[in-house]
């Protein structure tokens, strides 16, 4: 029996329909297969990568330590104008949300950055969250930073939900995310 | 991977770059076909333009409905640059509510407006594949193929390259078809619908960054068969329709 034109293609698209159903059944993977968080990258939807530095506070902190609390993640030098136009930002931030369980570590990018700059920066903004100084740009390299700052916001389960290349950010974005991730913890 | 291109002391965020130029050689390109199609290349342009300036205000407004909260208190966000205060739905929105108002009002029609902007949606969506290889982000599974590529921390599939490969042969069907004289209106835009659709179903399965449902099943491939379906049923009707 030969089919006409119409019939013809429907039976085409038909077919092509079931083996897209086929295809979808086909490639299902078991639940938490995808991202899930395992893995430690710098990258959305992944682990994000543990580090311990010293702060300038003379401290010793550790990121995995900081799990169950949101974490603003970001990385820094005093010469990058777009990272000093952020940091009154996140000091307001800082104060109005800690008590809620979110921490702020602006990570110094040492490797190029000087101590006395940064020193001499942290004093003149009265900034008062912890500035890990990354002096061996163990942490710069960790994260794949190739432009500063970049910013991490890591949810309580110490998954990155989201990177931000670049600033300086305003001060709504930083509080929409970390409300967003405050209700995520709750 | 190369997020940032740096230019001397400027830093050029090579994701947004990509679909900037997505959008100047889709609008280029459709600009140039426009009239085979019975669309004069300013009506195209201004239609575009439009949409894109109704979805940049459209994501705005729609983030601050979501965070008003956050607006209040830094009012001066509301003209920040970040493009992290937009909300890609309500732009989507927007942008598409804008264009129908200006299509309407400049009586354009709307299969042959939709076969006119076909070619600026299939290099629109090279230029996001690109802006995905740039930054990294739709990410493939693990793999141990010979052609696996080292990304966050394991050997995976290229799936950047695979979308990228998908969408340039979708543009160069959608042009050996576009050279048909028997064409039906409506047609050259469903079937780049349908190729996306099926690029979409076909590629996400090597996806490592899928969002599951119902005991791991991909949802963008769901959403991707829906859009098929509804796709060549409109195909078939049209192929049954007087040319």
């Known amino acids: 029996m030969r089919l006409n034109q119409p ?28 991202t899930g968080g395992k893995i430690p990258a710098p990258q959305t939807g ?15 902190i550790t990121l995995s330590d900081l ?23 996140m000091q307001k931030v800082w104060e109005e949300y800690r008590a809620q369980g979110v921490m702020v570590l602006a990570v110094n990018s040492t490797v190029q950055d000087t101590l006395t700059d940064t020193q001499n920066f942290v004093n003149d903004y009265g900034l008062t969250f912890p500035i890990p100084l990354d002096v061996s740009g163990e942490v710069t390299r960790l994260y794949q930073v190739s432009s500063l700052p970049t910013s991490f916001f890591i949810g309580a ?25 405050l209700k995520e913890a709750r | 991977m190369l997020p940032i291109l740096q230019i001397g002391p400027l830093a050029l965020q090579t994701p947004g770059l990509m679909y900037l130029l997505g959008l100047w050689f889709g609008l280029s390109l459709a600009e140039k076909f426009a009239p085979k199609r019975s669309i004069s290349a300013d009506a195209l342009y201004n239609l575009v333009f439009t949409g894109l ?14 965070y008003p909260n956050a607006f209040l208190s830094s009012p001066f966000s509301l003209v920040s640059l970040n493009p992290g205060l937009l909300d890609p739905f309500s732009g989507f929105a927007a942008a598409l509510i804008a264009a129908l108002v200006y299509g309407a009002r400049q009586k354009l029609k709307i299969w042959n ?8 949606f299939a290099v629109f969506m090279i230029g996001a594949a690109l802006a995905n290889a740039a930054s990294g982000a739709a990410f493939g599974m693990e793999t141990s193929l010979p052609w696996g590529i080292e990304l966050w921390g394991a050997k995976r599939h290229p799936t950047q390259f695979y979308e990228l490969g998908g969408a ?44 599951l449902i119902l005991g791991g099943i991909r949802a963008a491939q769901v959403v991707a068969w829906l859009v098929l379906a509804g796709v060549l049923w409109g195909l078939a009707r049209i192929n049954g329709a007087p040319k």
């Open chain 1, 46 to 60: 992944f682990l994000a990568p543990d580090f311990s530095l010293n702060t300038l506070q003379g401290e010793r």
């Open chain 1, 7 to 34: 019939s013809r293609l429907s039976l085409h698209y038909s077919l092509i329909l079931l083996a897209g159903l086929f295809w979808i059944w086909f490639s299902a993977v078991p639940q938490g297969t995808t």
């Open chain 2, 113 to 120: 407006t939709l076969d006119a902007l076909t070619p600026f």
């Open chain 2, 53 to 66: 300036i109704a979805g940049i205000l459209g994501a705005r407004l729609g983030y601050v409905i979501q």
């Open chain 2, 168 to 211: 340039i042969a979708i543009l160069l069907w959608l042009g050996r078809l576009s050279k048909r004289t028997d064409l039906s209106t409506g047609r050259l835009f469903l079937t780049f619908l349908a190729l996306t659709a099926g690029a979409r179903l076909f590629f996400e399965a090597f996806r490592g960054d899928s969002t």
């Open chain 1, 67 to 89: 799990r169950g609390k949101v974490v603003l993640l970001n990385i820094w030098a005093s010469w990058c104008p777009p990272c000093r136009a952020e940091m009154p930002t």
């Open chain 1, 157 to 181: 389960d110490g998954v990155i939900r989201e990177v931000v290349i670049g600033g300086p950010m305003s001060e709504a974005l930083l509080r929409s995310r970390i409300e967003e991730l």
